[in-house]
């Protein structure tokens, strides 16, 4: 297993220097940063835009592998399951995030289309491994989460709305750091009335910080003053 990942990964870095691309968060791919213990459902700790690079090239080698011959019927319809969610999830992840707030009814409908077609192609692998008893492709909460923006956008088109909320005004992703600070101080104090502490924690801070850069800031003008003043000098 070990040599597998490390030929992927190496496949990987072939691919994003060939295309110019990069992979910034992860220095391999092994069974540690997979997390993949026994009976466990491996899963990949990595910044957002590297997830997007390892879709296109999950696209990439999926597509390859099935213009090559020997593979069973069974096993061809996996490459395509894979190949297809790596379209799809990459034509909705990058579509929204290309768009304003607003969505159009065109757009609405070619979005709704993807991450509906990402979720058929997930669950087709899901329910794959779970009959190969492979623990692989995991029904996690996001998944669902995924499904509901479906549900919105099936309503949109429904009502007939002239512009639809885009789903990426709820993205997080480029508050990771913000999140994670939140997240470790919600873990170090009591559950109870934990939203209150949280964000009073948070503002005690925020404060101290805001009162930390105007004093340095007070102190440069000061300094950068009495530099003009004996210039003039």
């Known amino acids: 297993m070990a040599d597998c990942l490390a030929r992927a990964f190496a496949n990987l870095k072939l691919w994003c220097m060939a295309n110019s691309l990069q992979i910034f968060s992860i220095r391999g791919f092994t069974v540690a940063n997979m997390h ?9 700790g990595c910044k957002g835009a590297d997830s997007i690079v390892i879709l296109k090239w999950l696209l990439f080698y999926a597509n390859l592998e099935l213009q090559q011959q020997g593979w069973s019927p069974n096993d061809r319809q996996v490459l395509r399951w894979i190949s297809g969610g790596a379209q799809n999830g990459l034509a909705f992840s990058q579509g929204i995030h290309g768009h304003g707030i607003w969505l159009v009814s065109s ?34 909460p996001k998944i669902h989460a995924y499904m509901h923006f479906r549900t919105e956008f099936d309503d949109a088109l429904a009502d007939g709305r002239r512009a639809t909320l885009n789903p990426a ?23 109870r009335n934990v939203e209150r502490s949280v964000l009073g924690s948070y503002q005690v801070k925020a404060r101290l910080a805001i009162k930390s850069f105007l004093k340095q800031h007070r102190r440069a003008r000061a300094q950068n003053k009495s530099l003009r003043m004996s210039e003039d000098v």
């Open 36 to 44: 993949a213990n026994r009976n466990a459902f491996p899963w990949l």
């Open 107 to 140: 757009c609405v409908g070619h979005f709704r289309k993807a991450v509906h077609q990402f979720g058929i192609n997930y669950a087709h692998l899901a329910a794959h491994c779970m009959a190969k008893k492979y623990c692989l492709f995991g029904m996690v």
């Open 169 to 191: 005004v709820f993205d997080t992703s480029m508050c990771e750091d913000f999140v994670g600070r939140i997240s470790r101080q919600s873990r170090r104090i009591a559950f």
